[in-house]
């Protein structure tokens, strides 16, 4: 494994130069993920706006996969972008990926509602979604690498920290700007027209962005390869079409960016559409905590990028990995009691019981109904019965079906016979299912705390990634191969975490199980880190 930067190169920057490279770097990236997250911010509401509005628990799903699709695009991205970036230069390329990421972000603002011209909306959507996930695909390889290739290695976690830190600012300044506009209008004008504000207001950021970037001269890495004509000629055949370096890219997904990505995406971002969709706390309290706790747990990023630096990055990971398994199901069963103790004691004291066989057509959910909301699935009063209940954060089990009845529903000895969605509530209102949670009972100081924690956990993996990653791939054709397994495990393994977190608490009828898709990932990812990672990559040869 490889190393990048000699220690007599790193030692021509001083600190002020390295404070300037990490500044300019992080404040175009914190813009550049405000971009990508202000949609996902947004998801929950935005669902009813351009998706077909007859069915909200569809409707959120098609957005989350409109959110997916934007990871899905990530590789091909890094791959684009970090065969530029390994050719051309590294300035010059993430120049490219913040216009691309400001430009389409401008855009989603000025979509027009599925009201006005049906599917077109959701499909502009799309579109914008994708041109999103290329620009990150080949943002985050070219930060981090300009950082690292400026900075000495006892110094590299440290600085690189600042790079991981951006993804969770740029969350919490789109939450930021949302409350804000929010507060400067009606809630009816909100919906109206206010949530296109903050995609527009991207075009300040863009601006400001491109001015500071554009002020940055080449790594010097790239610089020194450049003149001793030693850059790749094709990075994308020395990437993949070489073991050497295939072998390198199956370790880093298998052994850390794949349970990273699980990991950082349930503590920073399935957690917010698990407050406002299960817990049923209200959308401006919920951005508040979430922008609180992630403003407080933010600098662990640096600490323990800091931290690997002196003790070594591969069992920080790792205990990260090991944290995030043993403790995101019990700190989510925390989260509910917190948010909504009125739902967890009807939960507990009226269990609800759907009357179907879960195993007949008749009952059956398919991964292409997540995606569509026009699928036929969503015609069958079995499934629409369970989505009513998992969108109202309500468990469910099976029981008998009743004769006669595609689906019925019981409650405290009350039965719902068919799919009667006002029936559904007036039977679960009184039973004790509240509608949304009171927020006089919400303990806002243990969600904040709980929030600080899944942020530290997350971040005990994300800190110090950079850093190894930076550390294991040859320089000539880094921006490639660190690329494509950081967005494989943050686009593919992270991105589809919130729709399938969504499609499994469906399909067992139980909110939590989505919880199971980040357990199993990291837990896996734990197993072979500990096997086959090196704690600290070779330092000492360059590409």
């Known amino acids: ?51 077909p509005p007859d069915n909200p628990t569809a409707a959120l799903l098609a957005s989350l996969g409109a ?50 011209v049906g599917h077109a909306a959701w499909i502009s959507l799309l579109i914008l979604r994708l041109v999103q996930g290329l620009a990150v695909g080949g943002e985050y390889g070219g930060a981090v690498i300009y950082v690292a290739e400026h900075s000495r290695p006892d110094r590299r976690g440290l600085l690189t920290g600042w790079i991981q830190i951006t993804s969770s600012i740029g969350l919490a300044l789109s939450i930021v700007v949302i409350l804000c506009t929010q507060a400067l209008m009606s809630e009816s004008a909100f919906k109206a ?17 491109i001015y500071v970037r554009a002020k940055l001269h080449e790594s010097p890495v790239f610089a020194r390869m450049k003149a001793e004509r030693r850059l790749s000629k094709s990075p994308i055949a020395d990437t993949f079409g070489r073991w050497s370096s295939l072998r390198l890219i199956l370790i880093a997904l298998f052994g850390v960016t794949a349970g990273m990505g699980a990991s950082y995406f349930t503590g920073q971002f399935y957690v917010m559409i698990f407050m406002q969709q299960v817990v049923k706390i209200d959308l401006q309290t919920s951005y508040l905590l979430m922008a609180v706790g992630l403003l407080i747990g933010a600098p662990s990023f640096i600490f323990f990028g800091w931290l690997s630096d002196r003790l070594g990055r591969k069992w920080l990971m790792m205990a990260g990995l090991l944290l995030a398994a043993l403790c995101y199901r019990p700190m989510f069963a925390m989260l509910m009691e917190a948010g909504n103790p009125q739902l967890v004691a009807a939960t507990s004291g009226a269990p609800v019981t759907v009357h179907a066989d879960s195993r007949s057509d ?15 699935d969503h015609a069958k009063p079995c499934v629409q019965a369970k989505k009513l209940l998992i969108a109202s954060g309500i468990n469910f089990s099976y029981g008998p079906p009743l004769a006669g009845e595609a689906v019925a529903i019981s409650v405290q000895g009350k039965t719902v016979a068919g799919f009667d969605p006002a029936g559904y509530r007036k039977a679960l209102a009184e039973a004790g299912y509240p509608a949304a949670a ?31 990653l930076v550390e294991v791939f040859p320089a000539n054709i880094r921006y490639t191969a660190l690329s494509f397994p950081y ?29 199971w898709y980040p357990v199993v990932i990291t837990s896996v990812t734990l197993i072979i880190g500990t096997l086959v990672l090196p704690n600290r990559p070779q330092l000492d040869r360059e590409g």
């Open 1 to 51: 494994m490889d190393a990048t930067i000699r220690p007599a190169t790193a030692q021509d920057f001083t600190r002020s130069e390295e404070r300037q490279v990490v500044l300019a770097s992080t404040l175009g990236t914190v813009f550049e993920w405000y971009d990508f997250f202000i949609y996902g911010s947004l998801a929950v509401f935005m669902s009813s706006v351009l998706f």
């Open 67 to 116: 959110l997916a699709a934007g990871f899905v695009i990530r590789p091909i991205g890094a791959i684009l972008f970090g065969r530029i970036g390994d050719m051309v230069g590294r300035k010059y390329t993430f120049l490219i990926t913040i216009v691309m990421m400001g430009g389409s972000t401008a855009l989603i603002g000025f979509l027009p509602s599925y009201a006005s």
């Open 193 to 209: 027209w206010g949530w296109r504000i903050p995609f527009i207001v991207s075009i300040a950021m863009l601006a400001f962005s």
């Open 362 to 376: 008749a009952c059956s959910f398919g991964l292409a109904a997540s995606l569509l909301n026009t699928h036929r």
């Open 438 to 468: 009171d927020p006089a009972r919400v303990s806002s100081t243990l969600i904040v705390l709980l929030l600080v924690a899944m942020t530290v956990i997350a971040a005990m993996v994300y800190g110090p990634v950079a850093s190894f």
């Open 487 to 515: 967005h494989i495990g943050a686009g593919i393994f992270g991105g589809f975490l919130p729709f399938f977190a969504t499609y499994l608490s469906l399909a067992v009828g139980d909110v939590f199980a989505g919880l």
